[in-house]
């Protein structure tokens, strides 16, 4: 008899795990909440402009290509890519600026013209963190789901490569004396929501996978990546359900035995959740059914932080980079002020992304977009938003001067604004958290949220919230591992076993997405 899951979302991680488990021979269903695919990395669209509402940046395409060639197809021929070059410029309000580039000449040029002395120290940087993901990569694509899965010899032997003690800050003074040149390789925690000053050293792999696998722009946004991933679920006999939001996991004991929607029931073997995991765990599930992730315990785990989003629709055209990062003159206190004093800043860091110059087509004809978001603390009473929303908007249409960005005001003529309110309350994401719970040494590998959930029986988990973390490449692994505990307990053989991945040359290589 066929097996059935039923998957709550239609994020990319629970998208992956559709064609995963679809391609296995398992009957999917998927129940998505919104009227829209993708979560997180779905699209806004009005008065002919299109925006995504969350991820701008699309890394490490292999992961994903391995997926879809589960599915007889590949990344290639689902979405039309583009290798950025520059990749996007990082500014200092304390001076200076980089237009990060693949090219390593170039890039090393860009660093001297901020202190020759770290030029070299580029390649160095490289070549370290080269051997350092291959290590990574075991941890990366396996469960963790006890203690005793980090007792391993092959664990033990990475620890004084991946110095996890230490933060990515403190290991990049291995190659890069000047402030600013460290957090052009560090900015990148900001993926997890997290300071370069407490993120993990480990996570200097993210920007290492910039420079070494590219970034792309998916055309049409990354929402395009989300629509190919649910095209080819659907060509797999997926079933997705658009604006059916679960009300509850049914449970025979402690096993998920199915869910309720407003309408219907459904039954399944298995249950996976890609919703927001602490939102998920308060709403679908009784308290008194979990043990290590009650309530209460929820309430006292590290948050990452949120974001201020504007989404600007605008006449006219900026000849300014793709991606643009300007840090705070004084990164270390808005860091601060983000994370530990909840308030909000005078100076805030924020990015921009001017997509039109790669992709006109996200706005009518002489118009562009312009996708503005400045980390901030996550829901606190410190903050009242009802009360920041309008003068935030207006303090940071101050602060894209200083990106180039002049007189936008005047040109605005499609705006929406989302604050960590609205990524609480419409997006269900636990105290707006954009990023999900911190990546704090105390909250990975076994001890976040385990994929096969560890409080019941039935229920596995993708996204974010789990192992390994958070960003595309990493929640696409995600739903490798938890599609592969679902069907080795269910006895399902594994066709696309990690274990024997598909071959470098059947994969998407990096120089074939370059002329892509």
């Not at 237009?99 to 890039?107: E, H, L, W």
Request: charged share 25%; glycine share 6%.
């Amino acid at each position: 008899m066929t097996k059935q899951a039923i998957i709550i979302g239609a994020g990319p991680g629970g998208l992956a795990s559709a064609i995963l488990l679809a391609a296995s021979g398992v009957r999917v269903k998927i129940l998505e909440r919104l009227p829209v695919l993708g979560g997180r990395t779905s699209s806004l669209e009005s008065d002919g402009y299109k925006f995504d509402l969350g991820p701008t940046f699309f890394l490490y395409p292999r992961v994903l290509d391995e997926i879809f060639r589960v599915a007889g197809t590949s990344l290639r021929d689902e979405v039309e890519m583009v290798r950025l070059d520059p990749q996007y410029r990082i500014q200092f309000g304390s001076g200076g600026r980089i237009d990060a580039t693949p090219d390593i000449a170039k890039m090393e040029q860009e660093i001297a013209g901020l202190s020759p002395a770290d030029a070299p120290g580029f390649r160095r940087f490289l070549d370290e963190n080269r051997t350092k993901l291959k290590l990574m990569e075991p941890c990366l694509e396996s469960a963790f789901l006890r203690w005793q899965d980090l007792v391993q010899t092959r664990l033990i032997k990475m620890l004084m490569v991946l110095r996890p003690h230490q933060s990515v800050d403190t290991y990049l003074k291995r190659f890069f004396t000047d402030e600013r040149v460290r957090l052009a390789f560090c900015f990148q925690s900001k993926y997890l929501g997290m300071s370069p000053f407490r993120c993990p050293s480990l996570f200097s792999i993210l920007s290492f996978l910039e420079y070494e696998y590219g970034v792309f722009h998916p055309i049409g946004g990354c929402a395009a990546i989300t629509a190919a991933m649910a095209r080819v679920a659907e060509r797999l006999g997926v079933e997705i359900s658009l604006n059916d939001p679960v009300k509850e996991i049914l449970f025979a004991g402690k096993r998920a035995v199915g869910v309720r929607t407003e309408t219907s029931v459904h039954n399944a073997d298995s249950v996976v959740v890609n919703a927001d995991f602490a939102r998920a765990m308060q709403k679908l599930v009784p308290d008194h059914l979990r043990n290590r992730w009650t309530d209460k315990k929820l309430a006292k785990k590290k948050y990452s932080c949120s974001t201020f989003m504007m989404y600007l629709g605008i006449e006219g055209r900026y000849d300014l980079p793709h991606h643009t990062i300007h840090i705070a003159e004084d990164y270390a206190r808005n860091l601060d002020e983000i994370e530990n004093q909840h308030v909000l800043s005078n100076d805030p860091s924020f990015y921009v992304q001017n997509a039109c110059v790669t992709d006109p087509g996200l706005a009518p004809r002489d118009h562009s977009t312009l996708y503005v978001l400045a980390p901030v603390t996550h829901q606190h009473p410190n903050v009242d938003w009802n009360k920041e929303r309008a003068r935030y908007r207006d303090l940071l249409l101050r602060q894209i001067k200083k990106a180039g960005y002049a007189d936008v005001e005047k040109r605005i003529r499609y705006e929406r604004i989302v604050t960590p309110s609205d990524w609480d309350s419409r997006y269900e994401i636990y105290r707006g958290a954009t990023f999900n719970l911190a990546h704090t040494l105390d909250q990975m590998l076994h001890l976040r949220p385990n994929n096969r959930f560890e409080d019941l029986d039935g229920v596995y988990l993708v996204g974010g919230g789990t192992h390994p973390g958070s960003g595309l490449p990493v929640i696409f692994e995600s739903a490798r591992i938890s599609s592969k505990l679902l069907l080795n307990d269910l006895d399902i053989p594994v066709p696309w076993n990690n274990s024997n991945p598909p071959t470098r040359a059947q994969s998407l290589s990096e120089k074939e997405m370059a002329m892509s």
